[in-house]
């Protein structure tokens, strides 16, 4: 769908009389509600009510009526947050459906969107004209725009090109009295909050220094740039509720190589990512050897016994540039590596790529004897630092017997850890528990930080202030009152709640909240198949 301008109009708000009576889509059938109980992540939490606005109108009354009836909202995309950003006790925001529209000018290399419109929409239509937006979050396919600007979402070419961050260049927001409002980058003074020269040194100061994160309000960036859209982005929908995004778009490179390095051990491994680094490359894939096994019972052809293997992709203005860098890595690495295959075009690497892409599914398809958990899965650290963070994780994990499947983006210092406890075996949960624990601990140590890409959600809230001192903190929560006075919009996302506890209200095991069984089936092959984009109000209509 497209809007005949570029430009997106002004809505005007109303100052009528306060809405009381629930909106037209406000809806509260119990099986719809069971229906967004669930996101990709950990938790099961059902709603009071779910809203499927189809449009900023629809929105604006659902935004006045909560805020008068003091409903808290929960935003959400296609749900594939793994962070428990998506899910909550209030009523859930549907924005998947009503905001399909796009507006762009391929001369300015631009493309104004709704907030529904995925990754995978904006690149379908900027290939026939030689552009791309350059982040590529795996999950594209269904990721929508307000989600990947609520998270600051990134992905494996963030190594180059950065999080979705660096590309938007304005959003539309709703706040939460009704009102619209565009932000732009560059436009300074617009912001609800603001920071003072003293509060600038203490973020200076407490801030890790990581290639990439997704922890909390971008206080370090804001005292940058004073971009009141550097606040908002990456906010989870804790601030406004994002309706339409402008997109910068860039030239999609002509020419690429890349290969496949396989080592016999993670330090070599860890070794090996600084050089790779500074070769300027695309993307730097890390998969460990559990994954690796993982894979290989999906199809892959891989050889057995290697400790892990990196992706490595160049993005060059010439295949001779392209081949010559691959090239340069595989011999600047010749005594550390035992596994080489190497791509000289498009079509030899998305070959490679296509292991890369059986992560996510491979894991959501294990058995409940070895069910995979994202509870440990978004730790960044200094890339000087990759080594030891998969040493520790990985000694953490034998104290506690959880098998772990270790992947992600090596060349930002960035992995994920996806955990695999037996969830028929008694104590899984206090293992987890201990996992986190110690995980947090090590990012801690580290100078890392919980979320490199994925954001803080729920999951995550009570250990930021472990990272980033009580100072800090209350900075952020300065941020909160001054967008949300009410605290209405995802309560409990980034600042904790008062009953926070990272394990409450799993999803698996004998305490999770029951729904009806043929909707719980629905929703655990949505996460096997990674069918995001399929409607949960089809889900909860069809026949039992």
Request: proline share 7%; hydrophobic share 40%; with cysteine.
């Amino acid at each position: 769908m497209t809007r005949a301008s570029g430009r997106v109009k002004e809505i005007a708000v109303s100052s009528g009389s306060p809405v009381t009576t629930p909106p037209p889509a406000l809806l509260t059938d119990p099986r719809l509600r069971a229906a967004y109980t669930e996101g990709a992540g950990i938790y099961r939490i059902v709603p009071s009510g779910v809203a499927i606005p189809r449009g900023v109108e629809e929105l604006q009354q659902l935004v006045r009526w909560a805020a008068v009836s003091r409903t808290p909202l929960v935003p959400r995309g296609a749900g594939s947050g793994m962070q428990g950003g998506n899910v909550g006790r209030g009523v859930i925001v549907d924005l998947s459906q009503g905001f399909g529209w796009m507006a762009p000018d391929w001369r300015k290399r631009t493309v104004w969107v709704g907030a529904s419109v995925t990754w995978a929409q904006v690149n379908e239509a900027a290939r026939p004209f030689g552009l791309r937006l350059p982040p590529d979050p795996s999950s594209g396919a269904f990721a929508t725009s307000g989600g990947m600007v609520a998270t600051n979402a990134a992905g494996p070419r963030s190594v180059r090109w950065g999080s979705v961050r660096n590309w938007v260049e304005a959003v539309e927001i709703i706040q939460t009295d009704g009102a619209t409002r565009r932000v732009e980058r560059g436009v300074h003074g617009t912001g609800h909050w603001h920071l003072e020269p003293a509060a600038r040194d203490l973020v200076r100061e407490r801030f890790p220094r990581t290639r990439k994160s997704s922890s909390g309000y971008a206080l370090d960036r804001y005292a940058e740039t004073s971009d009141e859209l550097d606040l908002l982005v990456g906010s989870e929908g804790t601030l406004a509720l994002v309706t339409a995004v402008e997109w910068r778009l860039d030239p999609t490179p002509p020419d690429v190589g890349g290969a496949v390095l396989g080592f016999g051990s993670l330090e070599a491994l860890a070794e090996s990512v600084p050089y790779l680094v500074a070769l300027n490359p695309s993307a730097v894939e890390l998969l460990d050897a559990t994954f690796l096994g993982l894979v290989r019972e999906a199809g892959a052809d891989l050889p057995a016994g290697l400790a892990g293997l990196l992706l490595v992709e160049f993005e060059r203005d010439t295949g001779v540039a392209a081949r010559g860098v691959a090239g340069d890595a595989v011999r600047g690495l010749k005594s550390l590596t035992t596994y080489v295959e190497t791509a000289v075009d498009r079509a030899g690497l998305e070959k490679l790529w296509a292991v890369r892409r059986l992560a996510s599914p491979a894991l959501a398809r294990r058995a409940e004897t070895q069910r995979s958990l994202q509870i440990i899965e978004d730790g960044c650290v200094p890339l000087e630092q990759l080594g030891a963070y998969i040493r520790g994780i990985r000694a953490a994990a034998d104290r506690h017997g959880i098998v772990v499947a270790i992947f992600g983006h090596a060349g930002d210092g960035h992995v994920h850890v996806n955990a695999l406890p037996d969830t028929t075996r008694s104590g899984w949960k206090e293992g987890l528990g201990a996992l986190f624990e110690e995980a947090t601990d090590l990012l801690v140590q580290l100078r890392g930080v919980p979320s490199g890409e994925h954001g803080v959600g729920r999951l995550r809230a009570g250990v930021l202030e472990r990272f980033y001192g009580p100072e800090v903190m209350a900075l952020f929560r300065d941020v909160k009152r001054a967008y949300d006075p009410q605290g209405l919009l995802n309560p409990g996302v980034i600042l904790p709640a008062t009953d926070w506890s990272p394990l409450k209200d799993l999803k698996v095991g004998p305490e999770a909240t029951p729904i009806p069984d043929d909707i719980a089936g629905r929703l655990r092959d949505t996460e096997r198949n990674a069918a995001w984009s399929v409607s949960k109000l089809d889900l909860a209509t069809s026949d039992p």
